[in-house]
Structures are given as structure tokens and as C-alpha cells.
């Protein structure tokens, strides 16, 4: 069973879920131990689909010699190897800073440490901010789970809602449903769902008739969490979605952030309320903080828990914010003078030869008179102006 979820761990890395025309001959998932589990994750090609496989302390019998995060390439001999373990068979793993060993009774493989790619790295920073508003929404018993992902229409797309015991795809969003974009998305998760528990559904509150959003969908197996998080669409990679543009705009939050990073000795869950009670935060700024930690790689955030856990990519939130246009676009419109702060809510930024008009609502929701705005209304993170806006009002009269 964990043979197989490495598998499909490697699987998902491998895919093209969109054009179906690319396939990669290796792979590299990102290795974590906390010094209670190990976590392999990984990001699709076309960087919509995300897999995570937890391997629990109920299927681990080892020693714990250290903490820390690596990543490695699964090529064809390691999925060989994988292949043809049997399930009364024994399967050793050795996660270090240098790669991975595997071992079992037909032989070893060793797997070298890899450079992360740019866009899994923007794609990280942007899947933990938009799980952490996630909530769960549903679930199936293992015989139900089953019936559900064999019966998906293929490349199906709509709304997950109960029905009976189980589920069915509905045309329209309705409060307590869950966005399902590509139903072949969830293919990996097939090879695993005779050993499943539970298959559960996680994903944002939504109206009645709202527009397509993430969505996470976690198959419980016995000692192992496979876990994969879709975007909206399987045309849109995660690391286009902005989510993480408000956390990196946010003033105050990098400074909590550090102090909060003083403290982290990976926990195996780092939860904003025991954290707001210990160092004296309120809750608020402690989210915003681990957001501005999971920009920076340090934590990622766990739906299945609801809580984030500590894992250091290869990269700073300097570096994410260079890889962003719409955050670098920010500053620059920033640095020109292009912005002026109208009162609280309002502010006017120049920007190509245009006044766009930005808005902070009651809710916290912000608004903008730009093109982009009016495309996506929101939908896609704030746009340049806005972020502008913020990093001006973070700045002070100076700006």
C-alpha cells in the first residue's frame, strides 16, 4: 500500500492533466520528516494538481536520527522496485539531506537531492494559503469511496453534494458543496481506494450559484493519508492564483512572522490559536504570519489536521516575491509614486497613462477599476493596483 502510494505520489508529478501531450521521465516530490511522520509531496506538470502522502508512526518502525525536508527524483528504477513489492513484503526507506535509499527484498535504489523547480515553488506558497481557508465538507465510508471514484464521468467537471450515502455531481454551487474540476484529476487515487477508510472532501464556503473553486479530497487508509488538491480548473496551475499576494503585502505580518519562525522546532502541528495564546498574538496576526511563513517555504499547511507543519523548501519569501510579476509590478508602481491613498478604503494608482480606482470593502474584500480586476472579480488573488495599494497604506504618509 505505501509502495503504491509512492507510486502515484510519483504518478501525479509525472502527469499532464490539461493537454495530455508531456510526460516526464523523472520526477522530484519533496520529502519531510517532523520526527513522527514522513510527508512526500508533490506538483503535477501542468502545476494544477498537488499529491501528498502521509505515512504515519502506525506504518513507520524506524529510528529518527534527524528533521528536515529534502527533495528527489522517483526515475524508472525506483518505480520498478515500487512495483513489485508484495503486500506481506517489507519496504526501507533512509531519508536524508542527500537523497533516498529504498530498499527491498529484490534489491536498492538510490535517489539523488534535486534542485526544486521555480514553479513548484510558487505553487507551494500559493496551495497553503487557499488550503487554509479550506473546511471539511463531506465524506464516504470505504465501500461508498469506491463506488464514487469508479463511477466519475471521465473529465467530468460540477459541484459534489450528498446524495443518500453518497455523492453525486451537481450543475450548481449550493452551500456545503465542493468544486470538482477534471474528475480525472482523481485517477491516482484508484490504485488505493480498495485499501481505503474514508474518502473525504474539503473545500471553501460557497454560495448558491458561485463560480469554480479549489478543492481537496483526502483517501484515509490505514496508517497512510493520500491526499490531492485540485485548482478551479484543470486548465489553471496553482502558482498563477495570487492567493499569497495579500499575505505578502500585509503590514506587520513579516515581523510576526520572524518571531514566530524563532519558535518553530518541527512540531508536528502548528495551530494558530495554541500559538496566539503562547506568545501573546491575536489569532489574526498569527495566520497572517504563517501565511507569510508558508510564502517563505518554512510551513505548509495540513487540510486533513487544519492545522500547517513545519517544512523548509530550498527558498525566502524575497525569493517568491521575484518570481511573482503582479507583487514585482506592485512595488514598482510604488516606488514611482503611482499611488495616492484617498482615505481608508480608496486609493488612485497610476498605471499604464490610466487612474484605476482601488477599494477596501467592509468585509475585507478589495475592489479595483482595472480590466483584470473586472475579468477575474477576484477570483485569481488581488490584482498589481491593489497590492500597491496595500504595500503604499503599509508604508505610511511617505509614500
Not at 494559503?129 to 465501500?143: K, P, V
Not at 475579468?375 to 490584482?383: F, I, L, N, W
Not at 493596483?385 to 503604499?392: F, G, I, R, S, T
Amino acid at each position: 500500500m505505501v509502495a503504491e502510494g509512492l507510486r502515484q505520489v510519483a504518478q501525479v508529478a509525472a502527469s499532464e492533466f490539461w493537454r495530455r501531450d508531456r510526460f516526464a521521465a523523472g520526477v522530484d516530490p519533496v520529502v519531510t520528516s517532523d520526527g513522527r511522520m514522513l510527508r512526500f509531496e508533490s506538483f503535477s506538470l501542468c502545476g494544477g494538481v498537488q499529491a501528498r502522502l502521509d505515512l504515519t508512526p502506525e506504518v513507520l518502525n524506524g529510528e529518527v536520527l534527524d528533521r528536515g525536508t529534502t527533495n528527489i527524483d522517483i526515475n524508472e528504477p525506483l518505480r520498478r522496485l515500487l512495483t513489485g513489492v508484495p503486500a506481506d513484503g517489507l519496504l526501507h526507506l533512509s531519508v536524508g539531506s542527500d537523497g533516498l535509499v529504498a530498499t527491498t527484498a529484490d534489491g536498492a535504489v538510490i535517489e539523488r537531492r534535486v534542485s526544486l523547480s521555480t514553479r513548484w515553488l510558487r505553487g507551494f506558497a500559493e496551495a497553503q494559503q487557499i488550503a487554509s481557508t479550506f473546511e471539511l465538507r463531506g465524506e464516504l465510508d470505504g465501500r461508498h469511496a469506491a463506488t464514487f471514484l469508479t463511477s466519475l464521468p471521465r473529465e467530468g467537471r460540477g459541484w459534489v453534494v450528498p446524495a443518500g450515502r453518497g455523492w453525486r455531481i451537481s450543475s450548481r454551487a449550493a452551500p456545503g458543496s465542493v468544486h470538482l474540476a477534471g474528475s480525472h484529476r482523481l485517477a491516482s487515487m484508484l490504485p488505493l481506494v480498495r485499501h481505503a477508510r474514508a474518502l473525504r472532501a474539503y473545500g471553501p464556503g460557497v454560495s448558491l450559484g458561485a463560480g469554480p473553486v479549489a478543492s481537496a479530497w483526502e483517501l484515509a487508509l490505514p496508517g497512510v493519508n493520500f491526499v490531492l488538491m485540485l485548482s478551479p480548473d484543470a486548465s489553471r496551475g496553482f502558482s498563477g492564483e495570487g492567493a499569497a499576494l495579500t499575505a505578502l503585502a500585509a503590514g506587520g505580518a513579516v515581523d510576526d512572522a520572524e518571531e514566530i519562525g524563532r519558535l518553530l522546532h518541527h512540531q508536528p502541528r502548528l495551530e494558530p490559536d495554541l500559538l496566539a495564546e503562547q506568545i501573546g498574538m491575536t489569532a489574526g496576526r498569527v495566520r497572517s504570519a504563517l501565511a507569510c511563513l508558508a510564502v517563505a517555504g518554512r510551513v505548509g499547511y495540513d487540510v486533513t489536521e487544519a492545522s500547517y507543519f513545519q517544512r523548509d523548501l530550498p527558498y525566502d519569501a524575497a525569493s517568491v516575491a521575484r518570481l511573482n510579476p503582479r507583487l514585482r509590478q506592485a512595488e514598482e508602481l510604488v516606488a514611482a509614486g503611482a499611488v495616492t491613498i484617498v482615505d481608508d478604503a480608496v486609493a488612485e494608482v497610476v498605471s499604464s497613462d490610466r487612474v484605476h480606482r482601488t477599494r477596501v470593502r467592509a468585509d475585507g474584500t478589495t475592489a479595483c477599476t482595472c480590466q483584470w480586476w473586472i475579468t477575474h472579480r477576484g477570483s485569481r488573488g488581488p490584482c498589481k493596483h491593489v497590492v500597491a495599494a496595500a504595500l503604499a497604506r503599509d508604508q505610511g504618509p511617505a509614500a
